[in-house]
């Protein structure tokens, strides 16, 4: 992502054709569109049919233990069952959950953070210091349940995590500094323990407990602790926890694999003894020639199944098979496609295994202009895993920022200039659009049949997208302070709405 920018904006069994026929079925076309939905402002380029794919197996509550990383029927579900809330950005190891409703009806402003002041500070990127301000891509909170508590957290432009009550907007901890602005989300450990990670460009990415009368911070890796690195020392992706397994990608251009050994000390704090049990550059030779040094990692892993899954600014979607981690066996990449542009979005993953890939179009590339921007991709085919792709390049640098939302048969996606594109998922057809005021960086977020998108004029949206064969009808919107930017990514959690903005401040909406 282009810094500067951003500061002035605020993985199979072989097809059948009855499973084709019945998958069509079940996800028809659209059709009767009026000629608002503009068909033919965005283009698709499908490629020849993938030749395998996975039978999609109906999520059932009773289904025996998944024997590996990640349940790839986990798509769409909470991040396990020992914190309730929304942990991660995007919600899971997928990047798939957007939260729990209720979502409001008639929402109203709940209460705004900071009461007085604003959240900003001055940050210095190629010899030029900056004010920024507030939240943005992606920012988005977790929000989470804690001894009878609900906690909200989140990292913001202030250079600081703020630890707050998600009814009253009141601090619980007080902030914890950094030394440089936040820009990506932090993630809430699944298993309970009481830790908070989150990156900063101050250098370093943390672990921070919350377990005391103030947060404390446990350890700090550096992006320079590896090497070699290229590009910066930002941390902008949100981690993944697993089996006391940290994985992330840094702007150091490199991927990591941190064993946490979490426990408590014998006053019964939380502790953890952190080893660095893999890394590597997620770049190759190959890339570096055809794009320069800017392959930085700034999307947030992916895992499915035994493989992790991560792009970076030079447009390269990797796979690496995490199946003989935890034995110390190697960690290999298994997976490789170059969409030709930058990808600062994450990698959402759907029940079959399919990769969902938002691109920006910065550099112009022959290849880019090729394939598309807004991707899914069949890694069980890695010689030819395109499945079909979508133009949205208006002009240059614009394309696709936001993470992808995947709702029932559809692919919903934020483009730079405005567009919110509902895509058939088996096709990648228009089914419909809508127009907001852009950029729309943020990543659209569907809980109980609702899509809640912010604009870059301060207004929170909501659409029913219950039907999705047509353009949903907006149900409501909220101003939100003075009209700043949204680029965070909301939070939806049991009839609240959580999100910063560009402005300064962060709010909670209700009924």
């Given amino acids: 992502m282009s810094s500067g920018r951003l500061a002035g904006l605020g993985i199979g069994a072989f097809v059948v054709l009855a499973v084709a026929a019945v998958l069509s079925l079940l996800f028809p076309p659209a059709g009767g569109f009026g000629t608002e939905v503009a068909l033919t402002t965005t283009t698709t380029t499908v490629a020849p049919p993938p030749t395998t794919t996975t039978t999609v197996v109906p999520t059932t509550t009773t289904r025996p233990p998944f024997d590996g990383w990640v349940d790839p029927l986990s ?94 907007g009141e601090r ?39 377990d005391r009368d103030e947060p404390v911070e446990l350890w700090k890796l550096s992006a320079d602790a590896v090497s070699p ?42 502790t953890v003894d952190p080893e660095l049990v893999f890394n590597a550059p997620g770049w190759d030779e190959d890339l570096i020639n ?39 066996g190697p960690v290999e990449r298994v997976f490789r496609y170059w969409a030709g542009d930058d990808i600062d979005a994450s990698i959402v993953i759907d029940e079959q295994g399919m990769l969902y890939v938002g691109v920006e179009y910065e550099r112009g590339t022959g290849r880019s202009q090729e394939i598309g921007q807004i991707l899914k991709l069949d890694p069980s085919n890695p010689d030819d895993p395109l499945v079909w792709g979508v133009s949205e390049r208006p002009y240059l640098n614009s394309g696709v920022w936001g993470t992808p939302a995947l709702y029932e048969d559809l692919l919903i996606v934020s483009t730079d200039e405005g567009k919110i594109i509902g895509l058939d998922r088996m096709t990648g057809d228009e089914r419909w659009f809508i127009k907001l005021q852009g950029p ?12 809640i998108i912010g604009d870059c004029i301060g207004q929170l949206h909501a659409f029913d997208v219950t039907d999705t064969a047509v353009k949903p009808p907006e149900l409501w919107q909220i101003r939100l302070g003075g009209g700043g930017c949204i680029e965070s990514t909301p939070a939806v959690w049991d009839n609240w709405i959580y999100v910063g903005t560009r402005e300064g401040h962060f709010y909670a909406v209700t009924e």
């Fill in 75 to 168: 798509t769409g579900e909470p991040w396990g069952n020992t914190v309730e809330g929304l942990l991660t950005f995007r919600g899971s190891p997928t990047r798939s959950y957007y939260g729990k409703g209720p979502v409001p009806e008639s929402p109203d402003l709940g209460w705004r953070f900071p009461e007085s002041g604003r959240l900003c500070s001055q940050s210095t990127v190629g010899g030029k210091s900056i004010e920024w301000c507030g939240s943005g891509w992606t920012g988005q909170p977790s929000v989470f349940e804690r001894e009878g508590r609900r906690w909200v957290v989140f990292g913001s432009y202030a250079a600081k995590v703020h630890f707050l009550d998600a009814y009253t």
């Fill in 172 to 210: 619980i901890l007080p902030d914890f500094p950094v030394g440089d602005i936040i820009k990506g989300s932090v993630t809430v450990d699944p298993d309970g323990f009481p830790i908070v990670y989150t990156g900063s460009r101050d250098n370093f990415f943390r672990a921070i407990a919350i």
């Fill in 229 to 270: 690195t290229r590009w910066n020392n930002d941390w902008d992706g949100a981690a993944l926890v697993i089996d006391d397994y940290l994985f992330e990608g840094g702007e150091n251009s490199q991927i990591h694999v941190v064993k946490l050994n979490r426990g408590y000390d014998a006053d019964g704090f939380v």
């Fill in 290 to 328: 055809r794009v320069g040094g800017n392959v930085s990692i700034e999307n947030s892993v992916a895992i499915s199944g035994d493989t992790m899954y991560f792009a970076n600014s030079g447009g390269l979607v990797q796979g690496w098979d995490l199946s003989q981690l935890k034995s110390g």
């Fill in 440 to 451: 729309t960086w943020q990543s659209p977020v569907v809980v109980d049949d609702t899509l």
